[in-house]
């Protein structure tokens, strides 16, 4: 698979596990195409940490409104009925648990559900942002991320890199699989039919656990 196929079996599968009536908190990259693959009949309301409730498709091109971007800067659209408030009410919605989901990207991600997602030791970041409030406020945190970073482990045994926040991821999707944390480690419980159980451990660190469910995974 390309990039562009990689992350669109990851939004697609993401999708899945949204229901109609859902606050969703979507990252910056990968988790932004999640609502194009949105289930017949499923309704969500998107929130941008920088102050909107209700945020809608990207605009065409030509038709951007500087007044109208996401909390990474991008261009994006308002439903009818959306709300913009202050950055601080914004929080105050997240911090107080009426995000449903969140969609986050990882640098790296342990099996007790540690999560470093925000710099690299000698690289310049302009801050954490809102992640580590959606960590701990949002009721359920979706990790969607490429499975590995040039060949590279991502999902480790323990997180190397600072962390974000500590056990509060609840799942991972990958374009190999999906994966629940749980109390004994991360449970592979969906697998691509493109890859076997052994390739997916391979490009994992931490030894997983594989579901006696263990099914394709959904798309």
């Known amino acids: 698979m390309d990039k562009n196929q990689i992350r669109e079996v990851i939004a697609r599968r993401a999708a ?13 990259g990968l988790p932004t195409m999640i609502p194009d693959f949105l289930p017949e009949g499923v309704e969500v309301t998107l929130q941008s940490e920088n102050g909107l409730v209700g945020m809608g498709p990207t605009p065409a091109p030509g ?12 261009y ?3 439903v009818p ?3 913009s408030c202050s950055s601080c009410d914004s929080f105050a919605i997240i911090r107080g648990g009426h995000v449903d989901i969140t969609f986050l990207g990882a640098l790296e991600v342990d ?20 992640a580590m409030d959606l960590l701990v406020g949002a009721r359920k945190v979706i990790l969607t991320m490429e499975h590995t970073a040039k060949g590279s482990h991502k999902i480790l ?7 974000t926040a500590v056990g509060q991821v609840n799942m991972i999707i990958t374009e190999m699989g999906v994966m629940n944390i749980t109390p004994a480690g991360i449970e592979l419980v969906e697998i691509n039919p493109e890859f ?4 997916v451990q391979e490009a994992t ?9 263990l099914k394709p995974m959904l798309q």
Do not use: F, H
């Open 157 to 163: 045994k323990q997180c190397r890199l600072p962390l």
């Open 63 to 74: 038709e951007e409104d500087p007044n109208l971007v996401n909390s990474g800067g991008g």
């Open 205 to 213: 660190e931490a030894q997983l656990i594989i579901s006696k469910d």
């Open 76 to 78: 994006i659209t308002a």
């Open 81 to 83: 009925g959306a709300y």
């Open 111 to 130: 099996e007790k559900g540690n999560l470093a997602n925000w710099i690299i030791p000698g690289k310049k970041a302009p801050g954490m942002g809102g």
């Open 16 to 28: 899945l596990e949204l229901k109609d009536g859902d606050v969703v908190n979507l990252g910056i």
């Open 196 to 199: 076997t159980v052994e390739q």
